[in-house]
């Protein structure tokens, strides 16, 4: 049982150049979280989705597009990176989000992303 | 997201110390979470607290919902050089239960 897993850990970008950041987890969890942190701002929402099928934009979703593929994979691709992208990010799964005030999140390791 | 402001922003503690932290907000909410954040890791949550005026402990780490549930408080008894990290409160937006964050507090263990 591995929780959420991401890949890759590391990547270097330049600018322009566009990248899919992967993301599973094998909880069977419905909901699916990508957050990205930045010093001093803690972590802020990208996009997410609640469940199967649907995908939602969140407080920072400019410049990045989402897929859930199935139940357990979302991927965030950015088609153009920017330097203002440089950033740590997270996956999050939890078991259904507006289901009930205890629904926990639970992160992956994070992505650590530099455009230069 | 709404604002949550965490302070104090980082603090050097001897090992030993008991240290305090806390979390506010503008607006009420009715759950508070408390993670922390490992270097190079991700968030694991290490308390959830529910109900306004509730207390709550895990190990040496003992956090509580204000009774206006505008805040919390986080208190690490005896710290130890594995204490380090990032502490993050955590709240879901009421309306759509969306989590918003507070900014951090960093902790260095001094040995």
């Known amino acids: 049982n591995a929780g959420v897993t991401q890949t890759p850990k590391f990547q270097v970008l330049k600018t322009g150049q566009s990248m899919t950041l992967q993301c599973a987890q094998d909880?069977?969890?419905?909901?699916m979280y990508w957050y990205r942190q930045d010093p001093g701002m803690g972590l802020r929402l990208i996009y997410y989705s609640a469940s199967e099928g649907t995908t939602d934009k969140g407080e920072v979703p400019n410049g990045y597009n989402v897929s859930r593929l199935n139940k357990r994979e979302f991927s965030l691709r950015l088609e153009s990176a920017a330097p203002s992208q440089t950033s740590v990010y997270f996956c999050?799964?939890?078991?259904?989000?507006?289901?009930?005030?205890?629904?926990?999140?639970?992160f992956g390791p994070g992505t650590r992303l530099t455009v230069l | 997201g709404q604002q949550l402001n965490q302070s104090p922003q980082s603090m050097f503690i001897q090992e030993g110390e008991d240290v305090s932290m806390n979390c506010t907000s503008s607006?009420?909410?009715?759950?508070w979470l408390w993670y922390k954040q490992d270097p190079g890791e991700g968030p694991v949550l290490l308390i959830a607290l529910y109900k306004a005026g509730e207390l709550t402990s895990n190990g040496r780490l003992t956090a509580q919902f204000g009774i206006t549930r505008k805040d919390s408080f986080l208190n690490i008894s005896a710290s130890i050089p594995s204490d380090v990290g990032i502490y993050f409160c955590a709240g879901p937006n009421p309306n759509d239960y969306k989590l918003s964050f507070g900014a951090g507090t960093t902790v260095t263990v001094r040995a």
């Open positions: 909880m069977n969890h419905n909901s």
């Open positions: 999050a799964s939890s078991e259904a989000l507006g289901q009930a005030s205890t629904d926990t999140q639970y």
């Open positions: 607006s009420i909410f009715n759950t």
